[in-house]
């Protein structure tokens, strides 16, 4: 039988993994630490917080969040962040799916001691994700799940009276929008996606706490931790080019472990030339949320579904947005729904 | 104009026009004469004689419009014998044999670099290889220059070594420039001939003679060379990828490239990348780590290397369109193996994004174009421009490109430095925190690196850019790397030590890294 390998940092411990991040044998103890240290040192660096700030965190029940939350509750005690927690989930509607995710989130409030707001597709917009899934039939679903949940935890977040959203984006997940956003030539995202904190003029600031993380070593973590997530993917397909996305970053990781973090660097980099126009950002003439077009993404959706037309609002987006902005005269079943959605924002606490 | 809607366009194997659904279409979309011999996209059916035109004519095109060749200027031809590089001698010599409002004026010559040696060839198959190629090079008229890989071995440092713009001449107009060259073409014209009317290709035969660079065409490869084969497979067993030994190889073919350009006095350098190889770079570098090189990677010209400008005229040109022209025109190209030609897709990851973006272009047909689109959109990262600031910005001492690697807070670099760093040391366990005590804000924990233990690739890593680093991360040691890659190195890091020094007294802090330009 081989000895054990022993820990590359302290040298006593016994091994227990090999970072995929650095390909380090270590112990437990040391990855956990370094595992901190290492979101601590981002948080730090990036000046993510500001002392007083309430933050609301996106649970989603998932590990990503999951971690977050933990590791925020925890970074927030030891370094003295000053901060106000709380965590928000939004109740998509996917029966199943979400019941489930939402009992681990509730476990967690639970665990955490931090206080739980959900807000729900259905109050928001009328419409629950296996209600709009039956109308739109099984593609693009994420579409719209992706442009309701942005603006389902906004809401909730200014409702709550937050000064920032935490999301659990991790390093994996931005390599994997770089790499979307540069196959189909989207600029502007582009830029934006590699950021670490977005959104401040307007709209409530985004940070993303753990976009240094690799996936497997939030996985990690939150295995030594005995962090209790919901593990199952969205039962909703995501659209093609994000799963081809992954699948190449899959690929790209097996031949060269750090592919994620030269992701991520090549992002950072990006220049854009100056002289390409970029989309500005304006306000959505229907509800007022942040908006590069006279109305949101997420109300000409929602126009699409309320017509009974969902595929309008999908790909050509200025068909729609002339459709809606020439003739602002709402039919009956847009006044009813609207109404139904303004009476409906409102946050359900735990 | 590069889609290549119909097929695939990315594999660069010409089949035959198809008809498209509906029925063929009975004359050329543009003369609407001729026969039609292939479709570029759904519905364009050219007639041979017209598709032609097209092709010249963009050629020409993009020259004219970005007007950077001035007359009477040397141009070199990097010529792989690929497709494309093939395409672009053939589209020169079109441009050179046009009647005189429309040609090109400028003195080409070409260059092959033989990489059989990292390639696994023989001598022998080398010594065919090489007279197949003198005679398509022979039947273009143009001087030529012949080299091998190997002799990067015996290369100067000061090919690592950007030259100022200054040194060539801005005073003169591209419009002075031109008229100029023609008087001087028309005075140099009468007095030989007594008057116009001498065919092209005399003058241009002429201009070839005259050529100091000629007397190199008949140089064959010496013992030099052949001593150093041993040496570059040393040195490419060295790299335990073949990500990194197929960065290094372009590292190194493009350094002996600029050497041949600066010794024979060619002022550009003409590349054959396609539209679709575009593509293939762009994201392919993107996953490199290179996001902040890509427009000079790839774009229409590069000026990187200050004295001599790199372009890439074939950019605009699919794989597929050049596949057609080449065999309607019968141009003639050589098939010389590269590194991972027998490589498995997942081999590297120059093999896994050609075949995923040949695979979604056969899902998605506007793969190709839409990226190489995305590419048209960058542009060179602020303070990266080298034609105003006083200070020359620090440069990789392999791509020469401005160093992406200073320290931005909140980076994926700053996040991969302290992850190496902590692993070094004992580990901050949980009830030591350094705040523990003193909570007052939220930035107080916050250290200078430490440096761990010294892997060999150390002293060379901070002349480097990101992505050159992760090449010579990958290899065992660094010892066979040519000599002049270590000894502009050593160059390198002595006048920092002495800037250093001389700027000692004026800094308040010991910081390693370079400053934030
Ligand atoms: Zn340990
Ligand atoms: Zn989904
Ligand atoms: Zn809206
Ligand atoms: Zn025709
Ligand atoms: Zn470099």
Redesign the interface.
């Known amino acids: 039988m081989p000895a054990p390998v022993l820990c ?3 040298g006593a411990g016994r091994a227990a993994l090999r ?1 995929p ?2 390909g ?1 044998a ?1 112990c437990r ?2 990855f956990v ?2 595992f ?3 979101v ?12 007083g700030e309430t933050v609301a965190v996106g649970a989603s029940g998932g590990k990503d969040s999951t971690v977050l939350a933990h590791l925020l509750r925890l970074l927030n005690q ?5 901060l106000r927690l709380l965590l928000l989930s939004v109740d998509e509607g996917i029966a199943g799916y979400r019941d489930d995710s939402l009992d681990a989130v509730r476990r967690n409030r639970g665990r955490l001691g931090l206080p739980l707001h959900v807000v729900s597709y259905r109050e928001l917009y009328g419409w629950s994700m296996d209600r709009i899934a039956r109308h739109v039939g099984p593609k693009n679903n994420c579409t719209f799940c992706g442009v309701f949940r942005r603006q389902a935890l906004d809401r909730g977040a200014a409702l709550l009276g937050a000064d920032k959203i935490a999301t659990g984006h991790n ?1 994996d997940d931005v390599a994997e929008t ?2 979307m956003n ?4 989207d ?1 502007g995202r ?1 830029r934006r996606c590699a950021g ?2 977005t959104g401040s003029e307007g709209a409530l600031p985004r940070c993303k706490p753990l ?2 993380a690799y996936e497997k070593e939030i996985v990690l973590y939150a295995y030594f931790q005995g962090l209790d997530y919901f593990s199952t993917e969205c039962v909703y397909a995501p659209n ?1 080019y994000r799963g ?1 996305a992954r699948t ?1 970053l899959k ?2 990781e ?3 472990p ?2 994620v ?14 002289d ?1 126009r970029m989309p500005t950002q304006g306000t959505c003439q229907r509800c007022g949320y942040l908006s590069s077009q006279p109305l949101c993404k997420a109300c000409v959706l929602l126009e699409g579904l309320n017509r009974g037309l969902p595929r309008l609002g999908i790909g050509k987006p200025s068909r729609m947005q002339k459709v809606l902005t020439d003739a602002e005269k709402p039919e009956v079943g847009f006044r009813e729904d609207s109404q139904q959605a303004s009476r409906a924002i409102r946050t359900v606490d735990f | 104009m590069c889609e290549s809607e119909e097929g695939g366009g990315c594999g660069g194997g010409g089949r035959p026009a198809r008809a498209p659904r509906g029925g063929r279409p009975l004359k050329c979309m543009k003369c609407k004469e001729g026969p039609p011999v292939l479709i570029i996209r759904v519905g364009d059916a050219f007639c041979k004689a017209c598709f032609k035109d097209y092709f010249v004519h963009k050629f020409r095109a993009l020259l004219g419009k970005n007007r950077c060749i001035f007359p009477g200027e040397k141009v070199l031809l990097a010529f792989s014998g690929g497709p494309a590089s093939s395409a672009m001698v053939r589209q020169v010599q079109e441009g050179l044999s046009r009647e005189a409002a429309k040609k090109l004026r400028f003195k080409p010559g070409i260059l092959f670099v033989d990489e059989g040696g990292v390639c696994g060839q023989g001598l022998e198959k080398r010594g065919e290889v090489r007279s197949q190629l003198e005679r398509i090079l022979r039947a273009t008229g143009f001087p030529y220059h012949l080299v091998n890989l190997e002799e990067v071995f015996g290369l100067p440092g000061s090919i690592l070594r950007a030259v100022s713009h200054s040194a060539t001449d801005h005073s003169q107009s591209y419009k002075e420039a031109v008229d100029g060259f023609i008087q001087q073409q028309e005075l140099l014209q009468c007095e030989r001939t007594g008057g116009p009317g001498e065919s092209l290709p005399g003058r241009l035969a002429e201009l070839s003679i005259q050529d100091p660079s000629e007397k190199e065409t008949a140089e064959v490869p010496g013992p030099l060379s052949i001593s150093h084969t041993a040496e570059l497979t040393r040195l490419f067993g060295a790299v335990k ?1 073949l ?1 990194a030994r197929e960065e290094l190889l372009q590292t190194l073919r493009n350094h002996l490239i600029l050497h041949v350009a600066r010794t024979s006095g060619y002022t550009k350098v003409m590349m054959g990348d396609s539209c679709t190889r575009v593509a293939v770079k ?2 392919t ?8 090189f ?2 000079g990677d790839t774009g229409f010209s590069d000026g990187r290397h200050g004295d001599v400008l790199v372009l890439r005229p074939m950019r605009e040109y699919s794989a597929k369109e050049i596949a057609f022209y080449n065999r309607l025109f019968g141009v003639p190209a050589i098939f010389t193996p590269a590194l991972a030609t027998k490589a498995p897709d ?4 120059h093999r ?1 994004i050609e075949s ?1 973006l040949c695979k ?1 272009q056969s ?1 998605f047909p506007s ?1 190709v174009s ?2 190489y ?2 590419g048209e ?6 303070g ?1 421009d080298d034609s105003d600031g006083a200070t020359e910005p620090e440069r990789c001492l392999l791509c020469l490109c401005t160093l ?1 690697t200073n320290v ?9 430095l ?3 760093e ?9 009830g030591s ?1 350094c ?2 005590d003193a ?8 250290a200078p690196p430490v440096a761990g233990a010294i892997p060999p690739q150390v002293w060379l890593l901070p002349l480097l850019c ?2 050159c680093r ?1 090449t010579i991360k990958d290899m065992s040691c660094l010892e066979p790397l040519p000599p002049y890659i270590h000894s502009e190195a050593e160059r390198r890091r002595r006048s920092r030590a002495a800037m250093k020094q001389e700027i000692q007294e004026f800094l308040l802090e010991d910081d390693e890294a370079p400053p934030a330009s």
Do not use: M, W
Not at chain 1, 78 to 82: F, K, L, N, P
């Open positions: 590359q940092s302290c970072r991040k650095t380090q270590l103890e040391c630490a370094a901190e240290a290492e601590h040192g981002t948080i730090v660096a990036a000046r993510l917080f500001q002392p030891r370094h003295g962040y000053g390093a770089v790499l540069f196959l189909r030539g600029v582009l670490i904190l976009k240094h093609a081809h190449l690929d790209l097996a031949i060269r750090s592919a973090a030269d992701l991520v660097h090549s992002g950072e980099r990006l220049a854009v030339r100056e390409v | 990828t990500t762009l994201l570098n993107l996953c490199l780590g290179r996001g902040a890509l427009a997942r081999a590297s990851i896994l995923f979604l899902d793969t839409t990226v689109r995305t959109k960058l542009g060179a990262a602020p990266d992406d931005v807070d909140g980076s994926s670099l700053q996040s991969t302290l992850s190496e902590l692993c070094q040391k004992p580990p901050l366990s949980a925190s705040c523990e909570p007052t804000q939220t930035g107080c924990c916050k990101y992505s992760l």
